[in-house]
C-alpha cells in the first residue's frame, strides 16, 4: 500500500501533466499539430474569459504554490490543488468582495488560507480594471521577521 507521501507525489505529477496537456492544446490539436492562429486566438480568448468569470477555476487550473523549504526539489513549486475547505473560504471570501464587505480571517499556519486570499487578490488584479486590495496582521512582528518562516 503507497504511503500517504507516495499517493499525494502521484496526485502532484499527475496534476502537473493535466495542466501541461492543457496548456499545449491552446496551442495544438490533439494530434500534435500546431493550431491555426485565428483558432488559436479563439481558444485562449475563450479560457481567458472562464477565468475571469471564475476565480476557483482560475486557481483550479492555473494556481502554483511555492514551498521553499521542501527537502524533496520536485515539491518546491507544485500546484495549487485546492482542499474543499480552501474551495469554501475563497467562496467567502469572493462573496463579500462582490458585496463590498470586509473580511476578516483567523487561521492556523500551513492550511493554505494566505494562498488562497492572495491567489484571490491575483485574480481580481488580473482581471478587474481598477481592483484595490489591502492586507493586515494582528501583529507587525507576524507579518516578516526576515525568517524564512514569516
Known amino acids: 500500500m503507497p504511503s500517504d507521501r507516495t499517493s499525494s507525489a502521484e496526485a502532484l505529477s499527475k496534476e502537473r501533466l493535466r495542466r501541461a496537456r492543457r496548456l499545449y492544446l491552446l496551442s495544438h490539436d490533439d494530434n500534435g499539430m500546431e493550431r491555426d492562429p485565428d483558432e488559436r486566438a479563439k481558444l485562449q480568448a475563450?479560457?481567458?474569459d472562464l477565468c475571469a468569470r471564475d476565480p476557483i477555476y482560475w486557481i483550479s487550473n492555473w494556481g502554483w504554490l511555492s514551498d521553499p523549504h521542501s527537502s524533496d526539489d520536485?515539491?518546491?513549486?507544485?500546484?495549487?490543488?485546492?482542499?474543499?475547505?480552501?474551495?469554501?473560504?475563497?467562496?467567502?471570501?469572493?462573496?463579500?468582495?462582490?458585496?463590498?464587505?470586509?473580511?476578516?480571517l483567523n487561521k492556523a499556519r500551513s492550511i493554505g488560507a494566505s494562498w488562497g486570499a492572495l491567489h484571490l487578490i491575483l485574480h481580481h488584479w488580473l482581471f478587474d480594471s481598477g481592483f484595490l486590495a489591502k492586507l493586515g496582521s494582528r501583529k507587525e512582528d507576524f507579518v516578516d521577521d526576515q525568517s524564512l518562516d514569516s
Do not use: K, N, T, Y
Not at 78 to 90: A, G
Open 74 to 104: 520536485s515539491l518546491r513549486v507544485i500546484p495549487f490543488l485546492l482542499w474543499p475547505r480552501q474551495r469554501e473560504m475563497l467562496e467567502w471570501l469572493e462573496e463579500g468582495f462582490r458585496d463590498g464587505r470586509d473580511r476578516h
Open 46 to 48: 475563450a479560457e481567458r
